[in-house]
Nanobody, 124 residues
């Protein structure tokens, strides 16, 4: 599966952005999906994951209540709605896919496919 993330940009602290990740192929609903991010000098980290149906979601603690992951299997797309953005959210955001019908891993090493990132910059 090929993944293409979009929607990044420059936003002031407290603002909102919505990231999208479009997937190719006809088996999108067979994949758990995730968003990860990487800041300069830091390791890539888990942000949020969603299972194949959209019925289960998990978030890192620092974004819980501010970010929402969702998916539209008819459009082969996963979203990350980011509200209340903070400067520490600045990073390149990547979407990833894991071929599983179970809860997807929250580990970088467990994902099977990665898209190119989209840069999110939050100014103070």
């Amino acid at each position: 599966v090929q993944l293409q993330a979009s929607g990044g940009g420059l936003v002031q602290a407290g603002g909102s952005l919505r990231l999208s990740c479009a997937a190719s192929g006809r088996t999108f609903s067979s994949y758990g999906m995730g968003w990860f991010r990487q800041s300069p000098g830091k390791e890539r980290e888990f942000v949020a994951v969603i299972n194949w149906s959209g019925g289960s979601t998990y978030y890192r603690s620092s974004v819980k209540g501010r970010f929402t992951i969702s998916r539209d299997n008819a459009k082969n797309t996963v979203y990350l709605q980011m509200n209340g953005l903070k400067p520490e959210d600045t990073a390149v955001y990547y979407c990833a896919a894991e071929k599983t019908l179970a809860t997807p891993t929250m580990s970088v090493y467990g994902m099977d496919y990665w898209g190119k990132g989209t840069l999110v910059t939050v100014s103070s």
